[in-house]
């Protein structure tokens, strides 16, 4: 536990293990190219999470970067996100949306968010966030229950139970319009998905490895939707659907 706090002591900024070649080239990135940019209620909201006993789980500055240019560079109106907690990805595509876009936010924990909605609200984005508290399966498939929720979505952001994620994508891929995106988080899990399984890791990666490995070839094999798969954050896998 004190090699714990050391860690989270030396990388004040940067609560993810990263899968790039150093934990200093991520804190390059952070402090170049995020950090000077960042929303100041971004800023607060990623600190405050930082004192909080998951803050492993959250989004890093550079994928919340990256999410609020993808939202603008498609003009997402309609914005849905899978996996809340304190609300960094939400709050980075809830700036990124115009005044009268929308983002549904899934997650189970009504408590998580509610760490990070004052400072949503100081950021006067509240109103774009349409908040429902639930596991996220039903949720959808209510969505899907009405038919005018098909293809409605110009952009939606994965990052729950990474047990779930082929479930998902079978109900998100057809809520998503033809021309809009999905970002899956987590799908180079730390880096176990490229080493043998007998691999020193932790028994939490060791848990969902092998669901991340089958999302991946689940998604390479989806004619629906073209690809790409960036090193960014703990990987993120970009879906446009085409059919
Ligand atoms: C990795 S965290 C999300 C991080 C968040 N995107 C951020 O920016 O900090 C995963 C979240 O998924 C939620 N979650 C886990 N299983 C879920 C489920 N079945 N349905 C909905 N939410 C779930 C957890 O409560 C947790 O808040």
Redesign the pocket.
């Known amino acids: 536990m004190a090699a714990n706090n050391e860690k989270k002591e030396q990388n004040i900024h940067l609560p993810h293990e990263t899968i790039l070649k150093s934990d200093a080239l991520h804190q390059y990135i952070l402090e170049t190219s995020v950090f000077p940019r960042e929303h100041p209620c971004l800023k607060e909201l990623r600190e405050m ?1 930082l004192t909080h006993p998951k803050y492993m ?3 890093p500055g550079d994928e ?1 970067q990256l999410i609020n240019m993808l939202i603008k560079l498609i003009n997402a109106k309609n914005t849905m ?10 709050l ?1 595509t809830a700036l990124a949306l115009p005044s009268d876009g929308k983002v549904l936010a ?4 009504r408590e ?1 968010y509610e760490l990070g909605l004052p400072i949503i609200e100081k950021a006067r984005v509240a109103h774009k966030i349409d908040f429902r508290q ?4 039903p949720l959808l498939d209510e969505l899907l229950q009405d038919e005018y929720n098909k293809e409605t979505f110009d952009f939606v ?1 994965v ?3 990474k047990d ?1 994620y082929i479930n998902y994508h079978k109900r998100v891929v057809e809520l998503v319009k033809v021309g809009g995106l999905v970002a899956y ?2 799908t180079l899990w730390s880096g176990s998905v490229a080493v043998p399984s007998d691999a020193p890791m932790t028994s939490y990666v060791r848990n969902f490895r092998g669901h991340v490995i089958e999302f991946n070839k689940h998604l390479a094999q989806d004619l629906r939707i073209q690809i790409c798969q960036l090193s960014v954050g703990d990987g993120i896998t970009l879906c446009r659907r085409i059919i």
């Open positions: 999470t789980m959250a989004t919340g996100e899978i996996g809340v907690y304190t609300g960094y990805s939400l980075s899934l997650d189970v924990s998580y639930g596991p996220a399966l952001y990052d729950a139970d779930n988080d987590n």
